[in-house]
């Protein structure tokens, strides 16, 4: 009887064996495969106000009033709070990428100065300063891998100085000991499809374009691309992706993931779907399923949210495995001091490259 105990424990050894063997492959191909996996992020940030309303100005004087209107907006709106909030997000989710648009930078001039020229330099505000010394404060280390300024405006304000606005994309990548992706090169560009808007003292150019870099995951190379396309317009925002489309996203056999905000949803009639089918047609699927991402009021204080357009969108080509899609800040518990996170809400989603 013990003979025929210890004959069934070295069968049982034995069978065990020959299972892990088996499975052993299984095991391994998972957790390469789990290797290509890469999480990433679109988040608009706001830049605190609509600044289109300059627009409306037919004299210096009311140019003037709308220009501290809009200031005091930008001030309401509180970005160093959302921030918080946003950075919350970051910490929940674990990106690998992070593509954000309407990266601001605040400056105002000198006292009762106003001479017509974009060279006001003392800070106001900096959003990707800011944002960053939040994530610092949870212990996350992101680094900058591709930064393109776009807007450049200044403009004489009843404050009794001008305001400056610099308005751009930035791509961040984790970094440190967690850091899973290898940054290649940057790519970052302006749209050479812009739309210029008169006010009483200039000709404004709303320049918008796009921040991304060629990286790898995995042994993976992939390019990562945070286009901005126009907002007031969509023929030129459907000419800008195509222009995107036809150089920096070219080439068909590298793996490209475009996460931003396209200023195109796919329901809209006839100019404002173009930047989306642009996309779509140079080979592009959608990572998710449609969902309103914009746009809360100007001043972020609705009570309930107004989202109802899809105009943001991670796309990818070729197709890929979506192991993760999620909207983040489009629920009321996500508000901050009374304020949501901003006008967008934003897109995580995790991939898996082949």
């Known amino acids: ?22 499975f052993a492959p299984a095991a391994v191909a998972a957790k390469g495969a789990s290797k290509r996996n890469l999480t990433v992020m679109s988040r608009n ?29 930008v001030l309401a709106t509180n ?26 930078r605040y400056f105002r001039g000198a006292d009762g100065v106003h001479d017509g020229v974009n060279n006001a330099t003392t800070p106001l505000f900096d959003w990707l300063q800011i944002l960053q010394g939040e994530l610092r404060a949870r212990g996350l280390n992101y680094r900058v891998v591709s930064r393109q300024d776009e807007l450049d405006v200044e403009v004489p304000s009843d404050d009794g100085y001008d305001i400056r606005l610099v308005l751009g994309n930035a ?43 060629v990286g790898s995951v995995g042994g993976r190379r992939f ?24 150089t920096v996203a070219s080439n068909r056999k590298l793996p490209t993931i475009l996460a931003g905000d396209f200023n195109s949803d796919p329901a809209q009639a ?5 930047a989306y089918n642009a996309a779509i047609g140079a080979g592009f699927v959608n990572t998710g399923k449609r969902v309103s991402t914009c746009c809360q009021d ?37 508000k901050v001091d009374g304020l949501w996170p901003s006008d ?10 082949r």
């Not at 025929?4 to 064996?17: D, E, F, G």
């Not at 967008?344 to 898996?352: C, I, Q, S």
Request: aromatic content about 6%; cysteine-free.
């Open 270 to 274: 006839g100019a404002d779907a173009k």
């Open 298 to 334: 100007e001043r972020l204080d609705n009570a309930q949210s107004k989202l109802t357009q899809w105009i943001d969108h991670v796309l990818v080509r070729p197709k890929m495995r979506v192991l993760r899609w999620q909207v983040i800040g489009n629920k009321v518990g996500d």
């Open 45 to 73: 940030l706001y830049l605190g106000a609509d600044i289109i309303k300059l627009a409306s100005a037919p004299d210096l004087p009311t140019e003037q009033a709308n220009a501290k209107a809009l200031h005091d907006t």
């Open 171 to 213: 791509v961040l990548v984790k970094a440190g000991r967690k850091a899973r992706v290898k940054v290649i090169s940057d790519r970052n560009g302006i749209f050479t499809n812009q739309l210029t808007v008169p006010l009483p003292d200039q000709q404004v150019v709303l320049k918008r374009g796009y921040a991304g870099f």
């Open 344 to 353: 967008h809400a934003g897109l995580v989603v995790k991939l898996r490259l």
């Open 1 to 22: 009887m013990q003979w025929m105990s210890r004959h069934r424990r070295a069968l049982a050894v034995a069978i065990a064996a020959l299972v892990a063997l088996a």
């Open 79 to 104: 970005f160093p709070a959302r921030a918080k909030e946003i950075a919350d997000e970051i910490k929940r989710t674990k990106p690998d990428v992070i593509g954000l648009q309407e990266v601001a």
């Open 223 to 246: 390019l990562f691309l945070d286009p901005h396309a126009e907002a007031y317009s969509g023929d030129i925002a459907g000419a800008q992706l195509q222009e995107m489309l036809d």
